[in-house]
Every structure is written in structure tokens, then in C-alpha cells.
């Protein structure tokens, strides 16, 4: 029983610590690239931080969720929806700024996770060839 504790204790560490690294790292990696080296973070992430392909998706999903949502709910609030109404427009989803700050969040999310899920197996596939 006590192994079993310590075996979970330890894996919801790892998860925790993928999440926060995939947004720190993800974060960083905004300012100096473009959109898409939220993949690259997540990627060397789920490399660092070995979690079963799953478990290193959905770390990194919701890193970028509330990473990219809170971002967006920022920037948002500080132009008082102005450009949200304009976008929310051209989607097609109206004058709804909170649609739109929770589709930003999971596109970002989604990239990050197939980047983290080929991080992972990448790395198992290289501790079953050796």
C-alpha cells in the first residue's frame, strides 16, 4: 500500500512539474519565436520529464490551456474586447470574447499536447532499443 502511495505521489509530481514547465518554458519560448515554439517546449518537456504519452499530453494540454487562455483573458480585458468583437466576427461566434479566449487556449493546448505525446514516445521508443 505504501509503495503504491509513493508510485502516485510521485507520478502527479511529474505531472505537475510537466504542466508548469511546459508553460514556463512555452512562455519564454513566445517572447523569442513564433506561435508554434509552444511545440518545441512541449516536446523538450515531455523529453526531460518521462510520463506515459498520455499522461505528458494531457500535462501539456492544460499548460497551454491556461497559459494561452489567461494570456488571451489578459490582452482582452486590457483592449476592452474590442479586437475579441472583431474576431469573434470573422469566426463566426459573434460578440463573445469568453468563446473566444477558451478556443484560444485549447488550439494552443492540442499543439502542445501532440508536441508532448511525440516527446514521450520518442523517449520510450529509445529506452526499448537500448
Known amino acids: 500500500m505504501i509503495k503504491i502511495i509513493g508510485k502516485d505521489l510521485i507520478s502527479r509530481m ?4 510537466a504542466l508548469l514547465l ?8 513566445g517572447l523569442y519565436l513564433p506561435w508554434w515554439g509552444i511545440a518545441i517546449a512541449a516536446f523538450v518537456v515531455a523529453l526531460i520529464v518521462y510520463q506515459k ?3 505528458a ?7 497551454l490551456l491556461l497559459l494561452w487562455s489567461s ?3 489578459w490582452i482582452d480585458s486590457e483592449n476592452e474586447s474590442i479586437l475579441s468583437a472583431r474576431i469573434g ?7 463573445n470574447s ?9 488550439i494552443g493546448g492540442l499543439v ?9 514516445f520518442l523517449r520510450s521508443r529509445k529506452k526499448a532499443s537500448s
Do not use: D, P, R
Open 14 to 17: 511529474k505531472f505537475l512539474a
Open 98 to 106: 469568453f468563446l473566444l479566449v477558451i478556443i484560444t487556449g485549447v
Open 112 to 120: 502542445a499536447g501532440f508536441s508532448a505525446m511525440s516527446g514521450s
Open 53 to 55: 504519452a498520455g499522461i
Open 71 to 73: 494570456i488571451a483573458f
Open 57 to 63: 499530453f494531457l500535462a501539456a494540454f492544460w499548460g
Open 22 to 29: 511546459t508553460a514556463l518554458f512555452s512562455f519564454i519560448a
Open 89 to 95: 466576427e470573422l469566426l463566426g461566434i459573434g460578440n
